[in-house]
């Protein structure tokens, strides 16, 4: 006999969704922040005289906090609270801002850029888990594409804020920048969010063990990832120390957090099967979510010579198609099952990188038009229906530590993208300049004549002959490095729509998990009145 369920109107509290929009404007201005200052790094190095190498430590430093800090917050956000660890993250990150914009040493700029992403990163998990939490599950298709679209969103036109406020003001205002939002979101958050309750006895069993070895594996691995393809990996000295000291502090913080009475990070969340599935493909979506937002500028850059501005201009396509796509997005997931949704994006995202396998250097802001599109709503598609998989079907209990590892696996997956995405540049380039060296030869009819009329040109304005052979060997190495691009859009097009294929096939394949197939709305186990007042999730 089948038990008859009441079924209650929900609907989304006023204030509880002011108070999680200003969280989610907290997470956009932490995410951002990451963009805007990687568009403007030869401003920042000149303005505090420092090296290449040591500027590229402004956006070291920041990853490599944020990366420990991420899955932290599910501990602290139920010892202190959703609203008192957002208002410390928003507040911190704010004052760290504030003494970025006014830092007169690359060292000044490197700690509190460590600060800053330490505080920051505290925010992105917390709105993730107040979204799967605070709102009922039939609001999901409404909550779920707002924080997919602010993820996806703050990286890709962080090229164009940042190039804007670099040359419109200074690099300082990259900064600056942050002061009056940030204020405005503490007071927010403290003055309207009500979540949930603090549970300060909690600190009294904070496992400082394993926070230092989840210290050393992550940043250990952050480091190695960043830095790896362009020192040769193990070869060099820092890259194996870093490497060496990652592995053994991932013994110890896998063997801690399995092993503690209140571990630090809950690892135990990935044995659900929807959470663990969903995890791997955020890692996957996050190779294509920050590998494409590197490529293209560096691409523009390095080939087109096009300053930051412009490359803002140019990449600011996606982030269009992203804001038009989420609402799309959003209404599919009340009909269209959850798994053609994502895999439908992985195809529309591959197909997009494909286009872009026939890149030559004349590559401009039309050639670059319709991949963007195809990136921008290939994401979305990807991204959205993937966070509800992951969060939206755990207990409510265990959304708050899940919700930072669900944060980290699409982080580091931006991270190992990019190391990848390097390697295959360098080696390619190398490979490519190789073949093309054994081509342009004296023998080479086209390259005598090319040779010849460039030393014509030069006649009169010095040794024309020498002037006309590094020329061509300019050409010659530019042209190595598009086909090395080209080369790295067709790794990630065999990736991207061998991973649909894996999704369609085996995503919720189990016939006991039949019913997560379903959209949202068509699942749905009313609780009664009380707890959808105290916006429990329904459970399923």
Known sequence: MIEAVAVLPERIVPRRLIAFLIMVCGMFMSILDI?????????????????SSEVSWVQTSYLIAEVIAIPLSGFLSRAFGTRLLF???????????????FASSIEQMIVWRAI???LGAGMIPTVFASAYTVFPRSKFHIVGPIIGLVATLAPTIGPTVGGFITD?????????????????????????????QPDFKLLDRF????????????????????????????????????????????????WRVLTAEEPIVDVRAFTDRNFGIGCLISFCVGIGLYGLTYMYPRYLAEVRGYSALMIGETMFVSGVTMFFTAPIVGRLLLKVDMRYIVAAGLVIFALGSWQMTWITRDYDFHELLVPQILRGVGIMFALVPTNTIALGTLAPDRVKNASGLFNLTRNLGGAVGLALINQVLNERTDLHIARLQEKVTW???????????????????????LMAMKQ?????????IVMGYGDAFFMLTVFYFGLSLLVVQFLFASPQRREHRLAPTQRIRHLPAKEHRRGSIAQV
């Open 207 to 254: 496992d400082w063990f394993g926070l230092i070895a989840m210290a050393g594996f992550l940043g250990s691995l952050e480091y190695v990832l960043e830095e790896g393809p362009q020192y040769e990996w193990l070869q060099d000295t820092s890259v194996a120390a870093c490497a060496t000291l990652g592995t053994v502090s991932a013994i110890a913080f896998f």
């Open 168 to 196: 419109a003001l200074s690099w300082h205002w990259l900064f600056f920048i942050n002061i009056v939002p940030g204020i405005g979101i503490t007071v927010g958050v403290l003055a309207l969010v009500d979540f949930d």
């Open 116 to 118: 800053q992403g330490f």
């Open 443 to 465: 023998g080479n009819a086209m390259a005598t004549e090319t040779l010849d009329m460039f030393t014509q040109r030069l006649q009169g304005v010095g040794d024309a002959a």
């Open 35 to 51: 963009q805007i200052v990687s568009a403007s790094l030869s401003d920042i190095q000149a303005g505090l005289s420092a090296s």
């Open 472 to 480: 061509l060997s300019q050409i010659v190495h530019r042209q190595a």
């Open 87 to 101: 208002a410390i993250s928003a507040s911190g990150f704010t004052l760290a801002s504030f003494l970025c914009g």
